[in-house]
């Protein structure tokens, strides 16, 4: 057993097929199936099972595969840790995300890193806030970004940025009592955006307000809290941040352990979700951060839901017991310096 035979395992369990494995690490798929057998040759036992249209790990390939993420842990960390003196920074980069940090704010986070370090490429692999917690518990990526602090023992995080929840609907919407709120309290809180953040210098930018309009809706007025659950929702999928923020608030609003929202439609991509709205199939809950274009240029409505709690923070995860590779780490306080002032 060696340190590339563990590697293409955990991999051939990660694509749950040989073939794709062999193309993600560039080897001939009949030379992947050698390195898989000559495992369950030297453990004994089978690691895969085989009869199923995509590979499933048996009882024992699970546990070998828990076990084979910390050696290769161990062995990054290894050469990491002699690396450190020389802070080599360069390199590929794979962070885990849930959507709206992935699509709204870690692209402007990588841009001004690529600034100072132009020998790096990313890949941002989405997942729902979920999984990103697993994948960096169980060593797959150093680093994840979320909308809601870690929940599983073992896992770090640094707090980034608040976020604000709203209501969106087609243009044209109108809902019983809304109201315009004033320019300035539309803007409410203040976010700073990465490219404003503390430079090398320690010079920090200006913190900058969304122009985006917004109406709000007072569930504490009339009818309108008995209004909101006659809409028809767009949601996301379970798993997503936004949704149990969402659900969180509405239980606690309405003292119920599960608020029944008439959902006429599940997606599982924000942008497909804001284009759903747009054509009028129905409303949703959303991140000020992702609609702030399209309420500002009239293509959504925007609502505040007064009486509920919708605001939230995005975070950086990392696993405690990790050394991070030095661009991971370099990643890592980037991110922290250019929120350090928001």
């Known amino acids: 057993m060696d340190f590339h035979q563990l590697k293409v395992f955990v991999e051939v369990a990660r694509q749950k097929s040989f073939s ?78 849930s959507s709206v940090p992935g699509a709204y704010i870690l692209p402007e986070l990588m841009s001004s890193f690529l600034e100072k370090h132009p020998a790096v490429t990313f890949a941002v692999m989405l997942r729902d806030t979920r999984q990103v917690y697993e994948n960096v518990r169980e060593y797959s990526y150093d680093l994840g970004f979320v909308g809601e602090p870690a929940l599983l023992d073992g896992l770090e995080q640094i707090q980034l940025l608040q976020d604000e929840l709203v209501l969106i609907a087609a243009p044209g ?24 953040g503390k430079n090398e210098g320690g010079v920090a930018g200006s913190s ?9 809706f007072d569930l504490n ?16 999928e379970p798993g997503s941040a936004t949704r149990l923020v969402f659900e969180n608030a509405l239980e606690e609003y309405y003292g119920q352990n599960k608020t029944i929202l008439q959902v006429i439609a599940y997606l599982e991509s924000q942008e497909a979700i804001k284009e759903a709205v747009k054509t009028g199939l129905g409303v949703t809950v959303i991140s000020r951060h992702a609609v702030k274009d399209e309420l500002a240029a009239g293509l959504l409505k925007g609502y505040r839901l007064a009486g509920l709690e919708l605001e939230r923070s995005f975070y950086l995860i990392y696993h405690q017991n990790r050394i991070l590779s030095p661009l991971s780490r370099a990643f890592l306080e980037h991110c922290a310096d250019c929120f350090s002032g928001s």
């Open 20 to 97: 794709r494995a062999a193309e993600t690490i560039f080897l001939t798929q009949p030379t992947v199936s050698a390195h898989i057998k000559a495992l369950e040759n030297e453990v004994g036992t089978l690691l895969l099972d085989r009869s199923q249209r995509e590979l499933q790990l048996t009882d024992a390939g699970k546990v070998l595969l828990r076990y084979a993420r910390q050696l290769l842990a161990i062995k990054e960390e290894a050469i990491f840790a002699t690396q450190e003196e020389r802070r080599v920074i360069d390199g590929h980069l794979e962070i885990a995300s």
């Open 173 to 196: 919407t109108r809902l019983s009592g809304e109201r315009a709120v004033p320019e300035e309290a539309a803007e409410g809180w203040q976010s700073e955006s990465p490219a404003q």
């Open 208 to 216: 900058s307000k969304f122009p985006s309009p917004l109406f709000e």
């Open 221 to 236: 007025a009339g009818d309108n809290a008995a209004e909101l659950l006659q809409l028809p929702f767009v949601m996301r």
